[in-house]
T-cell receptor, first 115, second 113 residues
């Protein structure tokens, strides 16, 4: 069974640009969660999607947005990039989401560098 | 908001030694998960715990869900060089009618051969 796939693995952008990251969950998983990982802050929750609907949202500005498609694939978008957005962005899928006995399975992340 | 206090922040041990790390909180959690992250990769699930008092093993790894539901520990026995990495605990908590996962800040493990 294929794991969670994130593309691209690496991205370099300049301040003010926008970026879209993609995540394909494990087959059959309907929930996709996104996290930002930085050395100082650890894993910070961005949002969770389930059946194309945003179910939970973390404390990030509106520049961070996401969506989920009918095949459960998800994208997240960051507009007007800032230097502080440089981080590893992790996507995780699960059968039913962050509630219930359904652990998250992570992809290998997209390393975003903003210059 | 809920916070998970994971300790220690880092550990330097000799190959063959046993390792213990834990997560504590003032909040009550419904599930505890332990993940390991290797450099350049995403966290990989090691052990999931669903009931207070539950003790679960996965090879040389053993984890327990604290009886108060506010803590969990992970033990690694007879460490080997490939145990190197960052270990994260995560607790699932009910909030505002839904459940969310809260992560600790990680324990960085270095194993000297």
């Amino acid at each position: 069974k294929a794991g969670v796939t994130q593309t691209p693995r690496y991205l370099i952008k300049t301040r003010g640009q926008q970026v879209t990251l993609s995540c394909s969950p494990i087959s059959g998983h309907r929930s996709v969660s996104w996290y930002q990982q930085t050395p100082g802050q650890g894993l910070q929750f961005l949002f969770e999607y389930f059946s194309e609907t945003q179910r939970n949202k973390g404390n990030f500005p509106g520049r961070f947005s996401g969506r989920q498609f009918s095949n459960s694939r998800s994208e997240m978008n960051v507009s007007t990039l800032e230097l502080g957005d440089s981080a590893l962005y992790l996507c995780a899928s699960s059968l039913v989401g962050q509630g219930g006995n359904s652990p998250l399975h992570f992809g290998n992340g997209t390393r975003l560098t903003v210059t | 908001g809920q916070q998970l206090n994971q300790s220690p922040q880092s550990m330097f041990i000799q190959e063959g030694e046993d390792v213990s790390m834990n997560c504590t909180s003032s909040s009550i959690f419904n599930t505890w998960l332990w993940y390991k992250q290797d450099p350049g990769e995403g966290p990989v699930l090691l052990i999931a715990l669903y009931k207070a008092g539950e003790l679960t093993s996965n090879g040389r790894l053993t984890a327990q869900f604290g009886i108060t539901r506010k803590d969990s520990f992970l033990n690694i026995s007879a460490s080997i060089p490939s145990d190197v990495g960052i270990y994260f605990c995560a607790g699932q908590i009910a909030q505002g009618g839904s459940e969310k996962l809260v992560f600790g800040k990680g324990t960085k493990l270095t194993v000297n051969p």
